[in-house]
């Protein structure tokens, strides 16, 4: 039986015309997804507390891939508020964006 070398960021397809929220975007795994989905050309939201930290990971990102469309989506997943402030920001943006 054949071992399998699992997913790789090789195996993401092209992601034009699809928008992707990704929550921790600033560092770690959220930061290497936000960067995959970005040079598959999607458009990415990097959901971030601070936004000095986000605006550095996508300027991180344009490094990589210059033509990517991403933003900084303020972001605080332990408070409420903010969690709802960012579903009317990323709705908002949505519409913007056609």
């Not at 992601?15 to 936000?34: C, D, H, L, P, R």
């Not at 939201?45 to 033509?67: F, N, S, T, V």
């Amino acid at each position: 039986m054949p071992i399998s070398k699992g997913f790789t960021e090789a195996d993401v397809p092209d992601q034009s015309g699809k928008t992707f929220i990704v929550t921790g975007a600033n560092a770690g795994v959220g930061f290497e997804i936000a960067r995959v989905l970005a040079t598959r050309r999607a458009r990415v939201l990097l959901g971030c507390r601070d936004q000095a930290k986000g605006e550095d990971a996508i300027a991180r990102i344009r490094k990589i891939a210059p033509a990517c469309e991403m933003a900084w989506l303020p972001l605080d997943l332990g408070d409420l508020d903010s969690v709802r402030a960012a579903v009317d920001i990323a709705g908002k943006e949505h519409a913007s964006t056609g």
